[in-house]
């Protein structure tokens, strides 16, 4: 794999200019920096986690408390996946799960020789707040395996145009997208973030900043997925971090409670829930931290 991602990298130089341009310099450069950046060089002194590329799982203000509550005890599997809600939900084997999440899975199971059953899907973080899709509050974990499997987008991607065709899903493509778009942390994640960053940010005789990398490292949709093989829990968290956007609407919520206009029912409740989620934190020696910007980005 190693080889697949570091010839794309090559290419991507390659498209930059000739050998001894400045820009060509520039690039190779812009390289190394996101190279550092991957083995934890550039720390954000504001972080407990400190900088450097992260293992993060997104989690809402309204599963935190139960995750607290399941981290006690030895060989703790506080964090669930989609197999483990549904076989506790009704039990036996998870029916609810579509087929199409479950073709998914068993073609990145097939790439990782992982059970889908064991699969965990995080993401890759630097400085920001995580996939704020699958919830407000992003906990970041404390080490990455180096042979953790990443892919460079979301897996489900496999399912959709243009990896899949319109129409009826073949196993057998899918697991071939999967090769094609996996990798593993410590020989491949630097060759792919550089990938990725070539490919969103405009070429220019400018170094790029730790804000522009972080930014497209966790652009929209089109993340970068990491595969963990196994659950965990509060212990195996260094930190969490919420959006200055989630929790600006909390104080407001709490300004109109005391000063009006009243808020919602709907507010108030989301409101509740995230300070019900933030004692259930501190209990577990686990601080909140608000991600005002992800660095500077010009």
Request: with cysteine; charged share 30%; glycine share 8%.
């Amino acid at each position: 794999m190693a080889a697949k991602w570091k010839e794309q990298r090559t290419r991507e130089l390659q498209n930059v200019g000739k050998r001894k341009s400045e820009r060509r310099a520039m690039a190779f450069a812009n390289g190394q920096t996101i190279d550092g950046i991957v083995k934890n060089n550039g720390p954000d002194p504001g972080s407990k986690a400190g900088g450097g590329a992260r293992v993060v799982f997104n989690m809402s203000n309204e599963t935190i408390p139960k995750f607290c509550a399941d981290s006690t005890g030895p060989g703790a599997k506080a964090y669930l996946n989609t197999y483990t809600v549904a076989v506790r939900q009704i039990g036996g084997k998870p029916k609810n799960v579509s087929k199409r999440r479950q073709m998914v899975d068993e073609a990145v199971s097939k790439v990782t020789k992982m059970r889908k059953e064991d699969m965990y899907f995080g993401a890759v973080e630097i400085s920001g707040s995580g996939v704020r899709f699958y919830g407000d509050y992003c906990l970041v974990l404390k080490r990455a395996r180096e042979d953790e499997y990443v892919l460079d987008r979301n897996s489900f991607d496999i399912a959709r145009p243009p990896l899949a065709p319109n129409g009826e899903l073949d196993a057998k493509r899918m697991e071939r997208a999967v090769d094609s778009i996996s990798g593993m942390w410590k020989a491949d994640l630097g060759h792919i973030l550089v990938v990725k960053t070539f490919q969103s940010v405009p070429v220019s005789s400018r170094r790029l900043t730790l804000g522009q990398v972080s930014t497209v490292v966790l652009n929209d949709e089109d993340y970068v997925e990491v595969v963990r093989n196994g659950s965990f829990e509060a212990s195996d968290v260094d930190e969490v971090r919420t959006s200055a956007t989630e929790s600006a609407r909390q104080a407001a919520i709490g300004d109109r409670a005391s000063h009006g206009p009243t808020p919602t029912l709907a507010e108030l409740q989301w409101r509740e829930r995230r300070l019900k989620a933030e004692i259930a934190l501190q209990k577990m020696n686990l601080q909140v931290r608000v991600v005002t910007a992800p660095g500077r980005i010009r």
